[in-house]
């Protein structure tokens, strides 16, 4: 039986991109090398919609949050970081351990950082200088209002800093047009690539603060970084096999056009969202908010989330997501990004369904008719 991966990254991988990476290595100062890169780069600035800079690292997403911190900070500088998740709360944690002045706005989970919120906050601490925002709480499943919060930190005059990992290339994003300085993301999430390269976009206002940055940085030096992209080259070996794949994912990307990929991660999220709801579970997530690349289900408090994932990998073959950090067995997750159709979906929502009935669930009266609604 293959597996449906719909755990919120990794995610599956297209043949497509599986293929691309059969290639053989070359040498990363080569031609070849050259030409595969500065191709990667622009189709990623054209993904992110900037004509800032894309770079890359061999390195898991987090590492993008100290790539912000060390590069975009000098020590002790206030920093605002907005937390609805646990995601949210690992970039704070970051900025802290590094030495940041870390003030939170810190949401119930399931929310989402609001206008009204952020700007109460920011009138709290006036002094920041960079605001954390997670474009998409992948442990809940809410996608902040990031147009309306990144333009509401550039009329303070604070640095816009995004982590985008479970939203970029599956979520509208238009990184210059809505003034977003920073922007972190990991190739296994809406990139469909399998995890291991970290892309950073950087935009002027971002380089203004690099200059002016007094942390001391070797492997996460965006500058140097910068420096041998413009030649179509990396500081270190670059990840080739996932280069290989990106640059093909990002063929497909932009080949369907940006804005019909979004579309369809919408279709998904409503497709799941009410999949969920029909089984008579309640969505974890504001509704105004709820997230187009990963789902996020409230458990029945006699349920233990664990027992689930573990029933519904054993019975059907189907991969879904635990919850994350408090939240780690009372939510379930279903992941609907990338390489993801609706048939995937229903196979999913059938074993939840399947398996919670076999455990005596019963939807009540209020779920079943809030869903008929
Ligand atoms: C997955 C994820 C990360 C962490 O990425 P890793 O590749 O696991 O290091 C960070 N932020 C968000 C929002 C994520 O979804």
Redesign the pocket.
């Known amino acids: 039986m293959a597996t449906n991966l719909r755990i919120?990254?990794p995610t599956p991988v297209p043949p497509s991109v599986m293929d691309a990476m059969r290639r053989e290595m070359i040498p990363h100062r080569g031609p070849d090398f050259k030409t595969l890169y500065l191709d990667t780069l622009r189709m990623a600035r054209e993904a992110h919609r900037t004509d800032g800079d894309v770079l890359t690292w061999p390195a898991?997403?987090?590492?993008g949050w100290e790539v912000a911190v060390v590069n975009l900070f000098s020590p002790g500088d206030p920093v605002l970081a907005t937390i609805c998740g646990d995601?949210g709360e690992?970039f704070s944690r970051v900025a802290t351990i590094f030495g940041l002045d870390v003030r939170e706005l810190v949401v119930p989970w399931g929310q989402a950082v609001t206008p009204e919120l952020l700007r109460n906050a920011l009138a709290r601490d006036p002094d920041v200088k960079g605001v954390f925002l997670?474009h998409?709480?992948?442990s809940t499943g809410v996608t902040n209002p990031l147009p309306e919060l990144a333009a509401i930190v550039r009329e303070h005059g604070a640095l816009v800093v995004v982590?985008s990992?479970?939203g970029v290339g599956g979520l509208p994003l238009e990184m210059d047009a809505w003034g977003v300085d920073f922007v972190l993301s990991?190739s296994?999430?809406a990139w469909m690539c399998p995890?291991g390269l970290l892309i950073c976009a950087v935009g002027p206002r971002a380089w203004d603060a690099v200059a002016r940055s007094a942390f001391p940085t070797f492997y996460w030096d965006l500058t140097a970084n910068r420096r041998l992209a413009a030649d179509g080259m990396t500081p270190t070996t670059p990840s080739l096999t996932l280069l290989y794949g990106f640059h093909t994912a990002l063929e497909r990307i932009l080949d369907q056009g940006l804005e019909a990929v979004w579309d369809h991660h919408r279709r998904l999220g409503e497709f799941t969202r009410r999949g969920v709801t029909d089984l008579g579970l309640e969505l974890f997530a504001d509704p105004v908010y709820a997230s187009n690349t990963v789902t996020g289900i409230m458990l029945p408090i006699d349920h233990s989330a664990k027992a689930i994932v573990k029933a519904v990998r054993d019975k059907f073959g189907v991969e879904i997501g635990a919850g994350q950090g408090k939240m780690a067995d009372a939510m379930l997750r279903i992941g609907h990004m990338g390489w993801c159709d609706e048939a995937a979906l229903q196979d999913t929502l059938d074993a939840i369904g399947s398996v919670l009935r076999a455990r005596g669930f019963v939807p009540t009266r209020a779920t079943v008719m809030a869903s008929t609604s």
Do not use: I, L, Y
């Not at 898991?60 to 590492?63: H, I, R, Y």
């Open positions: 919120p990254g898991s997403g987090s590492a995601f690992r997670t998409n709480e992948t982590d990992v479970s990991g296994q999430k995890p």
